[in-house]
């Protein structure tokens, strides 16, 4: 028998107690003359007799019961070596520390952080030096990837920090089982976290072992003790407009969450474009709810615009700002592709403006190869919709571009059929060879942003000499512009995820239509190209491995682009990163491969800046809620699974190593016999009737 401990039992020597008092309580009798003693003689022996025997009995019972609390702390346990934690020989011991940003959170010893890797310091020490040893963090460091001596362990222990890095249980557990399936020795995996409810993913968690060789794995969960506390944080961020130019008043709106259980008043939220405060706003949250701030600032310039929207909310910090930015070009590059001839109204409308750069193609000499690095095409009079052509619209509106199409009473209507349906847009009909008038226009559309400040009554509409009907498609989703008296459409447009088309009824000549002589002409065409600037993905989250499309920009597969931060102050800190430049299906761009570990503002740089990128943490973290042992006992019982032991944080890690492991357990017993001696005391206390029955 063992002891979990033992220094208790010095508590033995507090015995000494009830035997000197028993030693030192004998009463001294007086004398007392009578004429007739002897019944006198006969009392004084009985309660001599007595007060002996009840004497001993309590001094027996107050002993037993010093024994047996003295025990009951030293907590006695029968070794069973076959279902020892740390087993006898070698052992091959893996512990993850939970690096995380809720790690930040406070604990009994400083940071939440700090109380795991001590939890994990008094691990490794009930393993042997002999023991092999592997640290496991949320930056899955090449460097902890490899066994090592119990003095490096801890060497390694003393550098974790937080990391943005996050990852779910399962794949924690998948990942450390695996590299504990090449080692031979008994196999011990620790998890050390507080156990966010968001990434404890149990139903991917693996109730057996991946291999065989991990049959003599235990698996052990030690969950911290973390309060759950109030976070406010902005969740994400969006344009009103999916364009953006320079002098454009630019509405912005932040989501902002209250992931506590107070209602937050007069929290400030600021915005900030390239370094200057342009706008505040002071916002009530109520508690688990979650708020759309709208903001206000105006484009004063092009080029590279880095934004911020900030809140002050302790004690977590890492999800208070959140940045994003955007590039505005000098020029909007316009792709017009002719059918026989070039339209001298688009010509004249683009060709002089310094804002457009206007490139014209022919129908039989298309550059696939450049289509991508522009903003909008115009399919003017073409004749033929090839499958070529078709599949590089689809990606072209796929990655936000502007698509224009205008036909001609020539067209070969059944390619433009087959070539519509695939894009999922509305569908030639057939040709309609009677005048026609345009009775609706959608004011409201965004096409028309800024161009009507009132509803014009007795507007002049345009007049069509034939057109195109359009198919009855109820899964085609479209937005009507322009209705014609029948209810025809002579000009409506369809999105193809972040791009848009969209479809003329008639070409745009003087022998079909006055449109082009009319005043909503220019606004028309021109809002169409000038709105197919769309702006990229405003930002990223470092937990993001995208393909950053640049193909708008420039050629990046020959060029060496480097990422610089834009958000430290100092020149120390700034970091710079060199890019992977591909090149997928015509798209020239590159991918960062989680290089950039810190949120931010950055520029994308080859030769000069010519382009913007913006990181933020995850906001997985940002909801402070957090599992207990108990909590997590009961899901793990309730999927069933059995080959994990969770841990109580109270308790010393000692303990768990030095437990009993059979079927018997004192305490029930020790506690029985305290209470037993406790009620024999009384009873021999306050009754006599054993004592006489002796006599």
Known sequence: MNFIYPYFLWGLLTITIPIVIHLFNFRRFKKVYFTNVAMLKQADIVTKKQNKIKNLLLLLVRCLTIIFLSLLFAQPYIDNKKNAIAKEGKNAVVVFVDNSFSMENAGQSGRVLDD?????????????????????????????????????????LNDVDITPATSPVSEVLNLCEGLLSMRNEEKRLFVISDFQKSEFDI?????????????????????LNTNNINNVYVDSVWFASDFLYKGQNVEITAKITNWGKDKIEKLPVKLFINGTQTSITSIDIEAKKSLNVTMNF?????????????????????????????????KINLCVINGNKNNIYIERLFAQNNEINIVKMTENNINYNDLPKFSAIILNEIRQMTSGLTSELKRFCENGG???????????????????????????????????KVSIINIESSLYKGVFSAKVENMEMPKVNWYFSFENNRNVSKEKIMTMQTGDDFLCMCRINRGKIYVFATDLTENSTDFISQSLFVPTLW????????????????SDNPFIDLTSFLDASHKIIKIKDNTSTSKKQKQEYIAQTLNLSNHSGIMLH?????????????DTAFAGISFNYDRKESRLEFLSANEIRTLLKQQQITNIEVFNASK??????????????????????????????????????FLQSVN
């Open 527 to 542: 809002n169409m190209i000038l709105f197919s600037s769309t702006i990229l993905s405003p930002y990223y989250f470092l």
């Open 203 to 223: 139903a991917n968690i693996k109730t057996d072992s991946i291999t065989s060789n991990l049959n003599n794995l235990k698996r052990f969960f030690l969950p």
């Open 652 to 689: 010393e890690i000692s303990s768990y190593f030095r437990k009993s492991e059979s079927l018997f357990n004192f305490t029930p017993l020790l506690i029985g016999l305290i209470l037993l001696c406790i009620v024999l005391e009384i009873f021999i206390l306050r009754k006599n009737i």
């Open 298 to 330: 105006t484009l004063q310039q092009t080029g590279l615009i880095n934004g911020k929207i900030s809140l002050l909310d302790n004690p977590i910090t890492f999800d208070d700002d959140f940045f994003f930015s955007f590039n505005i070009k000098d």
């Open 594 to 606: 989680n290089q950039i570990k810190t949120a931010g503002n950055y520029s994308i740089v080859a």
């Open 116 to 156: 795991a890797k001590a939890k994990a310091r008094q691990i490794v020490e009930q393993f042997d030096d002999d023991d092999v040893y592997l640290l496991m963090t949320m930056d899955f460091e090449g460097k902890h990837k490899h066994f090592t001596n119990k003095q490096q362990f801890l060497s390694f």
């Open 402 to 436: 502007t698509v224009v199409i205008i036909p001609n009473s020539n067209i070969e209507l059944q390619s433009y059929k087959i070539a519509m349906r695939e894009l999922k847009i509305a569908t030639y009909e057939m040709q309609i060879n009677k005048g026609n």
